[in-house]
């Protein structure tokens, strides 16, 4: 079991920035990858980007590259979402969640395990 607890969420005006976190925990062979997912209503997840967790290794979607950073403590086995120049379409759910090797970092579907996901507003 992998457990997945995220933060940082909360309401801010166009061009601020916020922080997600994103504490990890349980059986290292599923939480190989942490990625960030959000969700717009009516609409399935989208990945805006993915840590390989051993390797350091950073992916982001193009939609969010420039804007959005991710990082890591592996000591406090935490995954960071850095979002700045905030705009209204990245008002949305977002969530982290973990996944093994040998499946695609972008695809919702290869994560097995979710968190409860952490809410972000922007306001214009």
């Known amino acids: 079991q992998v457990q997945l607890v995220e933060s940082g969420g909360g309401s801010v005006q166009a061009g601020g920035s916020l922080r997600l976190s994103c504490a990890h925990s349980?059986?290292?062979?599923?939480?190989?990858?942490v990625g960030w997912f959000r969700q717009y209503p009516g609409k399935e997840r989208e990945v805006v980007g993915a840590?390989?967790?051993?390797?350091?290794?950073?992916l982001y979607a193009d939609s969010v590259k420039g804007r959005f950073t991710l990082s890591q403590d592996n000591a406090k086995n935490t995954v960071y979402l850095q979002m700045n120049d905030l705009k209204p379409e990245d008002t949305a759910m977002y969530y982290c969640?973990?996944?093994?090797?040998?499946?695609?970092?972008?695809?919702?579907?290869?994560?097995?395990?979710w968190g409860q996901g952490t809410q972000v507003t922007v306001s214009s």
């Open positions: 969640a973990a996944k093994e090797y040998g499946s695609l970092w972008y695809r919702a579907s290869s994560y097995r395990y």
């Open positions: 349980g059986d290292t062979d599923y939480r190989k990858w």
């Open positions: 840590v390989d967790v051993s390797e350091g290794r950073l």
